[in-house]
């Protein structure tokens, strides 16, 4: 019977249109997820970061820095020293020629201030000197390490602090969330 109308359809059209489903295939589904995965990946990182994730990056990009100070300053026998101002947000990498000059890093992982603009150095502790929260302070990173255990905490805008501390001789900086005075 097929060829022969039923209501003006044909009958073979009819169970076709039955067996076929509605919906996507997962392949479809799948392909739509990869885009929305790579246009996530796009935008998240140029959205604005809040202050809190700020200084979170900055005290972990500010340890790291001090570690990397420390391996350079071994492996290169060249002298480095970290100029800080607390109560600002000034922190800068200075490299000491040969001949005892300041200069420049001429390592470009060392060229940018490892601290986000808007954090500022509230203080650093240095048992020798005390509790320092103004002036200008140099950490001298020689080829053994920091001289001295050193903590330095970082403010954001809305208060709240991080803490960097460097222990001598060893290479060792830990990051700790909130305001420490000494190592737990």
């Known amino acids: 019977m097929t060829g022969c109308p039923v209501n003006g359809v044909d009958a073979a059209l009819l169970v076709r249109r039955k067996g076929s489903r509605a919906g996507f295939t997962?392949?479809?589904?799948a392909v739509v997820l990869v885009i929305i995965g790579m246009v996530t990946l796009l935008v998240l990182p140029r959205l604005p970061s809040s202050d809190g994730e700020n200084l979170k990056i900055s005290a972990r990009t500010l340890?790291?820095?001090?570690?990397?100070?420390?391996?350079?300053?071994?492996?290169?026998g060249t002298g480095y020293y970290l100029a800080l101002a607390p109560g600002t947000e000034s922190v800068?990498?200075?490299e000491i020629g040969a001949d005892g000059s300041d200069k420049d890093p001429s390592d470009p992982?060392?060229?940018?201030?490892?601290?986000?603009?808007?954090?500022?150095?509230?203080?650093?502790?240095?048992p020798r000197l005390g509790k320092v929260s103004d002036?200008?302070?140099r950490l001298?990173?020689?080829m053994g390490g920091i001289r001295d255990f050193v903590t330095i905490h970082l403010r954001s805008a809305d208060g709240?602090?991080?803490t960097v501390m460097a222990f001598p001789s060893g290479g060792k900086v830990k990051v700790y969330e909130g305001y420490l005075e000494d190592a737990p």
């Open 63 to 76: 340890a790291s820095t001090l570690r990397y100070m420390q391996e350079r300053a071994a492996t290169s």
């Open 109 to 126: 992982m060392l060229q940018k201030s490892p601290v986000k603009e808007g954090i500022i150095i509230a203080d650093v502790r240095i």
């Open 135 to 137: 002036g200008q302070l």
């Open 26 to 29: 997962l392949i479809e589904i």
């Open 92 to 94: 800068k990498i200075v």
């Open 160 to 162: 709240k602090f991080w």
């Open 140 to 142: 001298h990173v020689g």
